[in-house]
């Protein structure tokens, strides 16, 4: 028997129905806004979506089960397309030094950053791992995320990488969809190893292992300062496409002249951290299907202010999409909305173009658009109930959780229920 779900009466309810493409242009501020809409669900698929006037004479609306969404908004569920879910526990020594004005060298001399979050991620137990991770999920669902993507890379050793990984897999049988991604710059093989040395391991050794374990979809590379040169990531990416494994760009600050364009040639789904990128970088991801990752949380965090050119690059027609950057080290935050926020307040995108860029833009970044990102008929039911009844107040407050509902595949991960006073 069917499993079937009408939700109704939402004041309004955002499709994000567009071209099958990732969207820019005039298309990134079109929402596929509908008053009073509806949505109708059938065993976890989207059967459905218009007025709820013509949704509820619908034959299959007459024995469903209803879920009120009246003078609330209704919109596709987040996709964060970029985190470190399993990166040990939170980092209070470096915060504390952090906020007191120390420097990066300065942490890890005191015995905190990078090193430390590695010892962290070797000493604990994989159960231990997971079981940190998936509280970061939970929080995450709590905040309106249904896809969340999540890299290695903290872990600087092969064995520390492999646990990261198997941790990825573990959290795969949650409900909520989970991509792996293996993060690799600075992986050391042995003192003496160089770079050429070490290219050649993970192109022979830890990529065909990774591929035949299952357990990455996506690699990453950073091309910067200290981490891969152009030459080094185009040898490696090469390596992961023969293997069927899609890939993805670190291109920060301080990245490689021609890391932008390397990452359109191979076919990248994202690029990530963009923040220093020409006016002839932007018209290449323009003419391309490579989406620019925008991560406005670190830098929030970090108290910098080089925020990535957001109005530019949605002005020239670049694919954008908005992720937390979720990590104990430099943004330990799981909440879209606030990132959603961010982007608005320090980017100057506007609610739409910033909604646009953390749902269907972000499943654009995963290769997932075709089932999820956008509420369309056929596609995974994946979808957000607001406390509010205009999309814009999403960005309109800070730090504030408007989610009322969350679901995933058709099945209610979350519904807050309504504060109880009590009677005087």
Same mark, same amino acid.
């Given at each position: &028997?069917?499993?079937?779900?009408?939700?109704?009466?939402?004041?309004? $309810? $955002?499709?994000?129905?567009? /071209?099958?493409?990732?969207?820019?242009?005039?298309?990134?501020?079109?929402?596929?806004?509908?008053?009073?809409?509806?949505?109708?669900?059938?065993?976890?698929?989207?059967?459905?979506?218009?007025?709820?006037?013509?949704?509820?004479?619908?034959?299959?609306?007459?024995?469903?089960?209803?879920?009120?969404?009246?003078?609330?908004?209704?919109? /596709?569920? %987040?996709?964060?397309?970029?985190?470190?879910?399993?990166?040990?526990? /939170?980092?209070?020594?470096?915060?504390? &030094?952090? &906020?007191?004005?120390?420097?990066?060298?300065?942490?890890?001399?005191?015995?905190?950053?990078?090193?430390?979050?590695?010892?962290?991620?070797?000493?604990?137990?994989?159960?231990?791992?997971?079981?940190?991770? $998936?509280?970061?999920?939970?929080?995450?669902?709590?905040?309106?995320?249904?896809?969340?993507?999540?890299?290695?890379?903290?872990?600087?050793?092969?064995?520390?990488?492999?646990?990261?990984?198997?941790?990825?897999? @573990?959290?795969?049988?949650?409900?909520?969809?989970?991509?792996?991604?293996?993060?690799?710059?600075?992986?050391?093989?042995?003192?003496?190893?160089?770079?050429?040395?070490?290219?050649?391991?993970?192109?022979?050794?830890?990529?065909?292992?990774?591929?035949?374990?299952? *357990?990455?979809?996506?690699?990453?590379?950073?091309?910067?300062?200290?981490?891969?040169?152009?030459?080094?990531? +185009?040898?490696? %990416?090469?390596?992961?496409?023969?293997?069927? *494994?899609?890939?993805?760009?670190?291109?920060?600050? +301080?990245?490689?002249?021609?890391?932008?364009?390397?990452?359109?040639?191979?076919?990248?789904?994202?690029?990530?951290?963009?923040?220093?990128?020409?006016?002839?970088?932007?018209?290449?991801?323009?003419?391309?299907?490579?989406?620019?990752?925008? $991560?406005?949380?670190?830098?929030?965090?970090?108290?910098?202010?080089?925020?990535?050119?957001?109005?530019?690059?949605?002005?020239?027609?670049?694919?954008?999409?908005?992720?937390?950057?979720?990590?104990?080290?430099?943004?330990?935050?799981?909440?879209?909305?606030?990132?959603?926020?961010?982007?608005?307040?320090?980017?100057?995108?506007?609610?739409? @173009?910033?909604?646009?860029?953390?749902?269907?833009?972000?499943?654009?970044?995963?290769?997932?658009?075709?089932?999820?990102?956008?509420?369309?008929?056929?596609?995974?039911?994946?979808?957000?109930?607001?406390?509010?009844?205009?999309?814009? @107040?999403? /960005?309109?407050?800070?730090?504030?959780?408007?989610?009322?509902?969350? &679901?995933?595949?058709?099945?209610?991960? *979350?519904?807050?229920? @309504?504060?109880?006073?009590?009677?005087?």
């Amino acid at each position: &028997m069917n499993q079937v779900t009408l939700v109704r009466g939402a004041r309004q $309810l $955002l499709t994000l129905r567009g /071209p099958a493409g990732p969207r820019r242009g005039d298309d990134v501020r079109n929402l596929g806004l509908i008053q009073d809409g509806a949505v109708l669900i059938v065993d976890g698929l989207i059967q459905e979506v218009g007025s709820s006037r013509r949704l509820e004479n619908l034959a299959l609306a007459r024995d469903a089960e209803e879920i009120d969404a009246t003078g609330r908004v209704v919109m /596709p569920g %987040f996709v964060d397309s970029h985190t470190h879910l399993v990166s040990g526990p /939170p980092r209070m020594l470096d915060y504390e &030094m952090r &906020m007191a004005g120390a420097s990066r060298e300065e942490i890890a001399l005191a015995g905190g950053g990078i090193l430390a979050l590695s010892r962290a991620i070797g000493e604990l137990s994989a159960h231990t791992l997971a079981a940190q991770a $998936l509280r970061s999920i939970e929080e995450a669902v709590r905040h309106g995320t249904t896809t969340i993507e999540t890299k290695s890379g903290f872990g600087l050793t092969e064995a520390c990488e492999i646990k990261i990984l198997r941790v990825h897999a @573990e959290l795969q049988k949650q409900p909520v969809t989970v991509v792996s991604t293996f993060l690799s710059d600075r992986i050391p093989l042995s003192d003496q190893a160089g770079p050429d040395q070490y290219l050649d391991w993970l192109c022979s050794h830890l990529l065909p292992l990774l591929k035949r374990r299952g *357990l990455a979809e996506f690699v990453d590379a950073r091309c910067e300062e200290g981490a891969f040169t152009v030459n080094q990531a +185009g040898r490696y %990416f090469n390596a992961a496409r023969q293997l069927g *494994l899609g890939v993805k760009m670190h291109a920060g600050r +301080g990245s490689n002249t021609g890391a932008i364009r390397l990452a359109v040639e191979v076919g990248a789904a994202s690029v990530d951290h963009v923040t220093d990128v020409s006016e002839e970088e932007a018209m290449l991801l323009t003419q391309s299907n490579t989406i620019a990752a925008l $991560l406005p949380g670190a830098v929030f965090y970090l108290g910098r202010q080089d925020y990535a050119p957001a109005r530019m690059l949605v002005d020239r027609g670049v694919a954008v999409a908005l992720a937390t950057n979720y990590n104990p080290e430099t943004s330990p935050s799981q909440n879209m909305q606030m990132t959603v926020a961010l982007a608005c307040r320090e980017m100057k995108m506007t609610p739409a @173009e910033a909604l646009t860029a953390a749902t269907i833009n972000g499943a654009h970044a995963l290769r997932r658009a075709s089932t999820i990102g956008s509420l369309e008929k056929g596609k995974r039911a994946d979808l957000l109930m607001l406390s509010v009844p205009d999309y814009r @107040e999403i /960005p309109y407050h800070f730090g504030v959780n408007l989610v009322d509902l969350v &679901m995933k595949n058709g099945v209610t991960l *979350l519904q807050r229920s @309504e504060v109880k006073w009590p009677a005087r």
